[in-house]
């Protein structure tokens, strides 16, 4: 993977270029990764101040594991967007939020056990139980079901989230250095200022809540992490109904991982797969995830965005990566800042969802066709069809988008992802007629300037 022509234009140590302009090159990654990171909070209902403070220390941790090695930014991800969605429509949002967050957190553990399996049995033998025809068509749902929830936002007010898309999509497709690579960020600002404009009692609303919050706090709150449903009103059957609808998301997202390492090597012109190798940084991501949902905050994943500065800047230093970190966990004690997200009008989160959650999907499409999964074998198109069917199905066919049922006296409901995504993998391995073998189509970057993740 060494690149001879990447290796004499980029620049491994940042300190040759001075203290000012690596402080620049932070601040860029930082704002790469803002738009989505804090979208994840806006449209879920997790702490925006937590979020930055659990992507900084995440961000850090991952360093830590993998060496220091890889220049890779740890931001939300928007693959767990649909778990999230399932759980919460249970009850009241803000009491099942923390029982989401424990189904997070032990998805950040499947990625300790494949890192275990990676390290022992090496990734060929492991990612041929999670083929392209089971990944991609899980990523298309994971979209394709959040898409309802993203047209019901933006006909709130159509004409701030058409700001938004437009805005996103100019700037994605026309924009060239900087604006290329933050349009999200830019199609929020856009459509918020034009709400404000626009609409009396948003600007009332904004207003009122930036003047109300304190300009320096803790980004930490109790009642919203974990350890708040170990109380009077716990319920195990919620609990395990998070667990099990929400850890086959992580199948997914460790796809993605993958695919994110071999689009930093690609980049940077090193092979962090062999070196620090897969199995660390699985750790990295995986205990980064873990961590930062007990606290409250959304899963953690490696961000396309920041990849994409680093292609455009040629600076690799994974130390510019830590200072952008260092940047978002000061941002988080700032609850004036965390309010201004908080109170973003709901037009303009729809806006801006409706095409990363289309973009979610595209991100799976682009898989099975890279990875040149072959439909004309009907073992293919069987596990296709069922994962799709599945996953929608179940999502629109009644209020709870799940189906219920009771293992002696505890109720569990599976969400339409947890029920394809184990259909999925199941047909996978006992129909005959695999062809996949891992690495072999790999083309290298995986990542996706909207940074949709899984995006993420």
Not at 247 to 270: F, N, Q, R, W, Y
Not at 327 to 356: D, E, Q, R
Not at 401 to 420: C, K, P, Q, R
Not at 423 to 434: D, S, Y
Request: proline share 4%; with cysteine.
């Amino acid at each position: 993977m060494e690149n001879q022509n990447k290796t004499n234009e980029a620049i491994y140590d940042a300190r040759k270029l001075g203290a000012p302009k690596t402080i620049v090159l932070g601040l860029q990654h930082m704002f790469a990764m803002f738009g989505a990171t804090v979208l994840v909070p806006a449209i879920t209902g997790l702490d925006v101040a937590t979020t930055l403070l659990f992507a900084g220390l995440g961000t850090l941790l991952f360093h830590l594991i993998t060496g220091g090695k890889v220049p890779a930014f740890l931001g939300s991800s928007f693959a767990f967007l649909g778990g999230y969605a399932a759980i919460t429509a249970m009850g009241e949002p803000s009491k099942m939020l923390p029982y989401a967050c424990f189904g997070v957190a032990c998805a950040g553990l499947v990625y300790l056990l494949l890192a275990l399996l990676f390290k022992l049995f090496g990734a060929k033998k492991v990612m041929r139980f999670f083929p392209p025809i089971v990944t991609g068509p899980i990523i298309i749902a994971i979209g394709l079901t959040l898409a309802g929830t993203a047209i019901t936002s933006c006909t709130s007010n159509w004409l701030v989230a058409l700001v938004a898309i437009i805005v996103v999509v100019i700037c994605n497709i026309w924009g060239k250095g900087m604006i290329k690579i933050i349009p999200i960020l830019l199609g929020v600002v856009a459509s918020y200022v034009v709400a404000m404009i626009v609409d009396p009692a948003a600007r009332a609303t904004v207003a009122t809540k930036v003047a109300e919050a304190a300009w320096i706090g803790l980004p930490i709150h109790k009642e919203a992490t974990v350890f708040a449903i170990f109380g009077a009103e716990f319920d195990a059957s919620l609990l395990i109904t998070s667990i099990i609808t929400i850890m086959p998301i992580a199948l997914a997202t460790i796809v993605e991982h993958i695919g994110d390492m071999c689009a930093i090597s690609s980049t940077v012109g090193k092979n962090y797969v062999e070196d620090p190798g897969l199995h660390r940084t699985l750790v990295g991501d995986g205990l980064a995830t873990t961590v930062a949902s007990i606290f409250g905050a959304p899963a953690n994943t490696t961000y396309g965005e920041n990849t994409g500065v680093l292609a455009l800047s040629k600076v690799f230093d994974p130390m510019v990566v830590r200072l952008a970190a260092f940047f978002a966990i000061v941002l988080s004690f700032c609850p004036k800042f965390a309010a201004l997200i908080v109170a973003m009008p709901t037009a303009t989160i729809g806006g801006v969802s409706l095409i990363l959650y289309g973009m979610i999907s595209a991100v799976g499409v682009r898989n099975v066709v890279e990875n040149q999964v072959d439909f004309t074998k009907s073992r293919n198109v069987l596990i296709a069809a069922l994962i799709l069917c599945l996953a929608i199905g179940i999502k629109y066919y009644d209020a709870s988008g799940a189906i219920s049922f009771a293992i002696g006296s505890v109720n569990i409901s599976l969400s339409g992802l947890a029920v394809a995504a184990l259909v999925g993998i199941f047909m996978n391995a006992v129909l005959p007629g695999k062809d996949y073998e891992f690495g072999a189509n790999q083309q290298g970057d995986k990542s996706v300037n909207f940074g949709a993740r899984q995006d993420g």
